[in-house]
């Protein structure tokens, strides 16, 4: 597999991302992009083969979770 799967990562990664949102606060929220930036970090760790274009998949992360916290 030389492409990972976007919307299966999301949907691994999202039940978190809502269990930290929970009556958040904006700082809390920043906080939040934070440890999913080193979630992030660490499925390029355990996946470099899934990872290989690592700059579009952090792109469309970091664009998920911004639209998950604007609901």
Do not use: G, H
């Not at 978190?16 to 992030?40: A, N, P």
């Amino acid at each position: 597999m030389n492409t990972l799967d976007f919307d299966y990562l999301f949907w691994v990664v999202k039940p978190l991302i809502c269990q930290l949102q929970v009556r958040c606060d904006e700082e809390r929220r920043e906080d939040i992009l934070r440890e999913s930036k080193l979630l992030f970090y660490r499925l390029v760790e355990q996946y470099p083969k899934l990872l290989e274009d690592k700059e579009r998949f952090y792109r469309y992360y970091i664009w998920a979770m911004k639209r998950e916290f604007r609901k």
